[in-house]
């Protein structure tokens, strides 16, 4: 079939050929059949790297290589034990460093899947979202503007579709579709006007095709292969690790090879002081950093997923802890995105309407839709047909049929909720799309636009044809000449239309979204483009509530306590923004933070740049204006995120510091262009997201703390011993235990710990900000200096007082291990103690520490691992002065911090009051 060219073909041939029904699709047998046949729509994608790879590539580090060189002279100077040991602790470090690597690989590839494109597709006679890998040749697709073409397809209904195809032609500018067939069958790729290709995207129209290739098969496989191309992108934290970790490479070298040199000056063996050079010098050198940096994005990304938002691009994790004002559209974001029809106004009356959400129960209080002459009826009779939304029930379209509701059976709506809601509020008055279509069938349509802000479509009955409109009432009713009456058509007067208005905002005013709905008689053979919309007839006002979400409320509460900027967004009229924005805490008891897209219009961008910051909330907005306010936003130096869904608000988007897309309503064009997707179209998902994105910012400061602090204290040990003429406290094979012991769980557990209680009552931080900011790197250095310093204290005294040189240096060893694991819980906080944290409230990090404990305990207990590290048995006073030092840095820091933060606490209350 691959090589047929379908755009000869009229479009009930290729249907035929593949053996589908247009409006029914394939069936569930068929799909699995060809599914087995064609396989997967996927363009095929480079292998990952084999973890018996990804194993061995831990021992590629030039320090890892040079301990192996020298195991291996240890092994033929007759040290069998010290090799055998030094080889065994390097396999361990290994296992750990690919399993660190290899989790990170597969969390990122697990995260890939989440953002994989989903098409809709018609199956059985009914239309569900599907992920674009389960599409066969054969499936009748549906589309839409901002949707991408999720395989090669033959268009069988276009309605004004444009489709842009640059990514596959070149084609700078959209192309008109069409579904009749074309004459020449050589027809190059970019004019084949009744073809859509893979990758390609609406951006205009609706329509159907069939599809007549998938994956490799289509003319993006064939040609391009682009998305298996996709690059993993560093982080600017990565980046700046990275070189960090350059440096310390180079410093650790000149100081291990001055230890060494002075041991060899001061009579040492070389090979004695070369291994222990060498040891000290890997575990001085943070190897674990970038893996541990890799694991703490991947599972803090991991995190955002269970809190709904999924993250497309890891640079956005660094960004959202820096961000600091989020742009949220209202409907669905920060409301329920669940209209409900709520007044009509029709024929000088406001008529109210019961029921609740999607259920189509309810009453009409001041009208009866039962009456067909009354306007009522026919204000809810194009509510119906001028509409491209579908009642569902379980899922399952509903038409019109099983009507009957329970708890057990819930509504929904498979479209536009706004839409939604009209149907809605039709089928409670017995009203059905499907029933109306019986006799009268729909033939033309004008599709919503942002910019022109109505819809219309044209219907074709026995004797007449009429075009129904909806949309913005102000835009309506500029078009209408004449109202409908009980009475019937009469013109209305300016009086009249001033009597709507007011009723619009009496709607707006009780945060009602507000539309207005017309309809006009057309003559025979009256073209079907934008004049239709002219001399219309007025209906009537739809005034619908879509309720704020209680989650948003208290998420704008958490922004302000953070520092962040909560700015609302809608194209809804004035008055319905500032009723939600007041009833969420947007607004703040006046209506001065407001703008209209009008009074933008109005002022340049200079001017909108010096009133940013001062404006919340947005009306009667396009998608254009979103644009404006992003720049004027970041001119003014601000972290921007900004929430979209449709074609338009790509551009917003992706200008946007963090871009975050609809998962729900969000158009693909829109998702492309964003770094975060929420799943659930949720403004409390995305203040969660924040919240995690400062953890993982906090993880990452608190390992880093803990390894260099940890490697400073190591290295000053060994150093500082060689440089006053001391023995060496450690021998190369203790060294690397220390690495292991400290470096390995421990690190690992610190990078997935919780986040602080108070991460979100501090103010974001400034993007440009070094990674030792805010005290640590003080804290690196006096910490590391006082293990460093603590250990050799130990090392003394286990000389002078148990006169053994093994003593002392298991002493020493275990000073160094435990004054680490006692720090580890210190580096959970940066501004509380050891007694404030709650040791158990990271139960991997507890389990790790017990671990290493276990691990210690072993090597200066079990006889057989004495012989290989050269410990001894510890007596009870000995212990008391290791844990003593090790431990009491910690124990006064934190009895510090307890009484200092006590004394705040006491003075914000009395600040308080």
């Given at each position: 079939?691959?090589?047929?060219?379908?755009?000869?073909?009229?479009?009930?041939?290729?249907?035929?050929?593949?053996?589908?029904?247009?409006?029914?699709?394939?069936?569930?047998?068929?799909?699995?059949?060809?599914?087995?046949?064609?396989?997967?729509?996927?363009?095929?994608?480079?292998?990952?790297t084999?973890?018996?790879?990804?194993?061995?590539?831990?021992?590629?580090?030039?320090?890892?290589?040079?301990?192996?060189?020298?195991?291996?002279?240890?092994?033929?100077?007759?040290?069998?034990?010290?090799?055998?040991?030094?080889?065994?602790?390097?396999?361990?470090?290994?296992?750990?460093?690919?399993?660190?690597?290899?989790?990170?690989?597969?969390?990122?590839?697990?995260?890939?899947?989440?953002?994989?494109?989903?098409?809709?597709?018609?199956?059985?006679?009914?239309e569900?979202?599907?992920?674009?890998a389960?599409?066969?040749?054969?499936?009748?697709?549906?589309?839409e503007?901002?949707?991408?073409?999720?395989?090669?397809?033959?268009?069988i209904?276009?309605?004004?579709?444009?489709?842009?195809?640059?990514?596959?032609?070149g084609?700078?500018?959209?192309?008109?579709?069409?579904?009749?067939?074309?004459?020449?069958?050589?027809?190059?790729?970019?004019?084949?006007?009744?073809?859509?290709?893979?990758?390609?995207?609406?951006?205009?129209?609706?329509?159907?095709?069939?599809?007549?290739?998938?994956?490799?098969?289509?003319?993006m496989?064939?040609?391009?292969?682009?998305?298996?191309?996709?690059?993993?992108?560093?982080?600017?934290?990565?980046?700046?690790?990275?070189?960090?970790?350059?440096?310390?490479?180079?410093?650790?070298?000149?100081?291990?090879?001055?230890?060494?040199?002075?041991?060899?000056?001061?009579?040492?063996?070389?090979?004695?002081?070369?291994?222990?050079g060498?040891s000290?010098?890997?575990?001085?050198?943070?190897?674990?950093?970038?893996?541990?940096?890799?694991?703490a994005l991947?599972?803090?990304?991991?995190?955002?997923?269970?809190?709904?938002?999924?993250?497309r691009?890891?640079?956005?994790?660094?960004t959202?802890?820096?961000?600091?004002?989020?742009?949220s559209?209202?409907?669905?974001?920060?409301?329920?995105?669940?209209?409900?029809?709520?007044q009509?106004?029709?024929d000088?009356?406001?008529?109210?309407?019961?029921?609740?959400?999607?259920?189509?129960?309810?009453?009409f209080?001041?009208?009866?839709?039962m009456?067909?002459?009354?306007?009522?009826?026919?204000?809810?009779?194009?509510?119906?047909?001028?509409?491209?939304?579908?009642?569902?029930?379980?899922?399952?379209?509903?038409?019109?049929?099983?009507?009957?509701?329970?708890?057990?059976?819930?509504?929904?709506?498979?479209g536009?909720?706004?839409?939604?809601?009209?149907?809605?509020a039709?089928?409670?008055?017995g009203?059905?799309?499907e029933t109306?279509e019986?006799?009268?069938?729909?033939?033309?349509?004008?599709?919503f636009?942002?910019?022109?802000?109505?819809?219309?479509?044209?219907?074709?009955?026995?004797?007449?044809?009429?075009?129904?409109?909806?949309?913005?009432?102000?835009?309506?009713l500029?078009?209408c000449?004449?109202?409908?009456?009980?009475?019937?058509?009469?013109?209305?007067?300016?009086?009249?239309?001033?009597?709507?208005?007011?009723?619009?905002d009496?709607?707006?005013?009780?945060?009602?979204?507000?539309?207005?709905?017309?309809?006009?008689?057309?003559?025979?053979?009256?073209?079907?483009?934008?004049?239709?919309?002219?001399?219309?007839?007025?209906?009537?006002?739809?005034?619908m509530?879509?309720?704020?979400?209680?989650?948003?409320?208290?998420?704008?509460?958490?922004?302000?306590?953070?520092?962040?900027?909560?700015?609302?967004?809608?194209?809804?009229?004035?008055?319905?923004?500032?009723?939600?924005?007041?009833?969420?805490?947007?607004?703040?008891?006046?209506?001065?933070?407001?703008?209209?897209?009008?009074?933008?219009?109005?002022?340049?961008?200079?001017?909108?740049?010096?009133?940013?910051?001062?404006?919340?909330?947005?009306?009667?907005?396009?998608?254009?204006?979103?644009?404006?306010?992003?720049?004027?936003?970041?001119?003014?130096?601000?972290?921007?995120?900004?929430?979209?869904?449709?074609?338009?608000?790509?551009?917003?988007?992706?200008?946007?510091?963090?871009?975050?897309?609809?998962?729900?309503?969000?158009?693909?064009?829109?998702?492309?262009?964003?770094?975060?997707?929420?799943?659930?179209?949720?403004?409390?998902?995305?203040?969660?997201?924040?919240?995690?994105?400062r953890?993982?910012?906090?993880?990452?400061?608190?390992?880093?703390?803990?390894?260099?602090?940890?490697?400073?204290?190591?290295?000053?040990?060994?150093?500082?011993?060689?440089?006053?003429?001391?023995?060496?406290?450690?021998?190369?094979?203790?060294?690397?235990?220390?690495?292991l012991?400290?470096?390995?769980?421990?690190?690992?557990?610190?990078?997935?710990?919780?986040?602080?209680?108070?991460?979100?009552?501090?103010?974001?931080?400034?993007?440009?900000?070094?990674?030792?900011?805010?005290?640590?790197?003080?804290?690196?250095?006096?910490?590391?200096?006082?293990?460093?310093?603590?250990?050799?204290?130990?090392?003394v005294?286990?000389?002078?007082?148990g006169?053994?040189?093994?003593?002392?240096?298991?002493?020493?060893?275990?000073?160094?291990?435990?004054s680490?694991?006692?720090?580890?819980f210190?580096?959970?906080?940066?501004?509380?103690?050891?007694?404030?944290v709650g040791?158990?409230?990271n139960?991997?990090?507890?389990?790790?520490?017990?671990t290493?404990?276990?691990?210690?305990l072993?090597?200066?207990?079990?006889?057989p691992?004495?012989?290989?590290?050269?410990?001894?048995?510890?007596?009870?006073?000995?212990?008391?002065?290791?844990?003593?030092?090790?431990?009491?840095?910690?124990?006064?820091?934190?009895?510090?911090r307890?009484?200092?933060?006590?004394?705040?606490?006491?003075?914000?209350?009395?600040?308080?009051?």
């Amino acid at each position: 079939m691959r090589q047929q060219a379908w755009h000869v073909l009229p479009w009930l041939d290729v249907v035929k050929a593949f053996e589908v029904h247009p409006g029914k699709g394939l069936g569930l047998k068929e799909v699995n059949h060809r599914l087995i046949e064609f396989g997967k729509n996927r363009l095929e994608t480079k292998k990952g790297t084999h973890p018996v790879f990804v194993f061995l590539g831990q021992f590629k580090d030039f320090m890892v290589l040079v301990l192996l060189a020298a195991t291996i002279v240890s092994g033929l100077l007759g040290e069998i034990a010290d090799a055998i040991t030094i080889m065994a602790i390097l396999i361990v470090n290994a296992v750990l460093g690919f399993i660190q690597e290899y989790r990170a690989e597969k969390s990122i590839d697990s995260l890939k899947s989440l953002t994989a494109p989903e098409a809709r597709v018609l199956r059985d006679g009914i239309e569900s979202r599907i992920p674009a890998a389960d599409l066969v040749p054969g499936d009748i697709v549906l589309l839409e503007a901002g949707d991408r073409i999720p395989a090669d397809i033959r268009w069988i209904q276009a309605v004004n579709i444009e489709v842009e195809e640059s990514a596959l032609t070149g084609e700078s500018h959209p192309v008109n579709k069409m579904v009749s067939a074309l004459a020449d069958e050589l027809t190059p790729m970019a004019d084949r006007s009744n073809m859509g290709y893979m990758g390609t995207v609406v951006v205009n129209g609706r329509g159907a095709g069939v599809i007549v290739a998938t994956g490799m098969d289509t003319e993006m496989g064939i040609i391009a292969g682009m998305i298996q191309s996709v690059e993993d992108e560093e982080t600017p934290l990565q980046k700046r690790l990275d070189q960090l970790g350059k440096y310390l490479v180079l410093i650790s070298l000149i100081v291990c090879g001055l230890v060494v040199a002075t041991g060899v000056w001061r009579g040492e063996g070389f090979y004695k002081m070369f291994l222990a050079g060498v040891s000290l010098a890997v575990a001085a050198i943070p190897e674990g950093l970038p893996a541990i940096v890799t694991v703490a994005l991947a599972i803090g990304v991991q995190r955002m997923v269970k809190r709904k938002a999924i993250v497309r691009k890891l640079p956005a994790v660094e960004t959202l802890g820096c961000a600091t004002v989020i742009c949220s559209d209202k409907t669905g974001t920060l409301t329920q995105n669940e209209m409900t029809v709520r007044q009509i106004y029709s024929d000088r009356r406001m008529i109210a309407v019961t029921g609740q959400g999607y259920d189509p129960k309810g009453e009409f209080h001041g009208g009866d839709p039962m009456k067909t002459k009354d306007p009522l009826n026919e204000a809810l009779k194009v509510a119906a047909l001028c509409n491209n939304s579908t009642l569902t029930k379980k899922g399952v379209q509903v038409a019109g049929l099983f009507r009957s509701s329970n708890k057990e059976s819930p509504w929904g709506i498979e479209g536009d909720p706004t839409e939604g809601a009209l149907l809605v509020a039709a089928a409670k008055a017995g009203i059905w799309r499907e029933t109306l279509e019986r006799k009268e069938e729909r033939i033309g349509e004008i599709p919503f636009d942002s910019d022109r802000k109505r819809m219309s479509v044209v219907y074709k009955g026995k004797h007449e044809r009429k075009a129904y409109v909806k949309g913005a009432p102000d835009v309506i009713l500029r078009l209408c000449k004449n109202e409908l009456t009980s009475e019937g058509i009469v013109e209305i007067s300016d009086i009249r239309r001033r009597t709507i208005m007011r009723a619009n905002d009496e709607m707006a005013r009780k945060a009602l979204r507000v539309l207005a709905i017309a309809e006009r008689s057309l003559r025979e053979g009256e073209k079907q483009d934008e004049r239709i919309e002219e001399n219309l007839v007025f209906v009537g006002l739809m005034g619908m509530i879509d309720p704020p979400r209680a989650s948003a409320g208290k998420a704008i509460q958490v922004c302000r306590r953070a520092g962040i900027k909560p700015v609302m967004i809608t194209g809804d009229h004035r008055l319905t923004a500032e009723a939600v924005a007041q009833e969420l805490g947007i607004l703040r008891g006046n209506s001065h933070g407001i703008m209209t897209g009008a009074e933008m219009e109005q002022i340049s961008d200079e001017e909108l740049e010096k009133r940013v910051m001062n404006i919340s909330v947005y009306a009667r907005v396009t998608p254009k204006d979103k644009l404006r306010i992003v720049r004027a936003l970041k001119k003014k130096k601000q972290v921007v995120a900004m929430t979209g869904d449709g074609v338009n608000d790509a551009p917003a988007v992706k200008e946007a510091d963090i871009g975050i897309a609809m998962g729900k309503t969000g158009t693909d064009v829109t998702k492309e262009a964003s770094a975060m997707v929420l799943a659930d179209d949720n403004f409390a998902t995305i203040v969660a997201a924040v919240e995690e994105g400062r953890g993982i910012y906090d993880n990452i400061r608190k390992f880093i703390r803990y390894l260099l602090s940890c490697n400073l204290g190591e290295v000053l040990t060994m150093f500082l011993a060689t440089l006053v003429g001391l023995p060496l406290p450690l021998l190369a094979i203790q060294i690397l235990w220390v690495n292991l012991v400290t470096d390995g769980l421990p690190a690992m557990a610190l990078g997935v710990d919780g986040v602080d209680k108070d991460i979100m009552s501090r103010p974001p931080r400034a993007p440009g900000e070094s990674i030792f900011s805010r005290g640590l790197a003080r804290k690196i250095v006096i910490r590391g200096t006082m293990i460093g310093l603590g250990t050799l204290i130990v090392f003394v005294t286990g000389m002078f007082l148990g006169g053994n040189m093994l003593t002392a240096r298991t002493m020493a060893f275990s000073t160094l291990v435990f004054s680490q694991l006692f720090h580890v819980f210190d580096c959970k906080s940066e501004s509380r103690g050891i007694f404030e944290v709650g040791l158990f409230s990271n139960p991997y990090l507890v389990a790790a520490v017990t671990t290493s404990t276990l691990m210690q305990l072993s090597v200066i207990y079990l006889p057989p691992l004495q012989a290989i590290f050269k410990t001894a048995p510890l007596q009870l006073w000995q212990w008391g002065i290791i844990l003593g030092v090790a431990g009491g840095p910690s124990i006064l820091i934190g009895l510090w911090r307890l009484v200092k933060n006590a004394g705040n606490r006491r003075t914000s209350v009395v600040g308080g009051k």
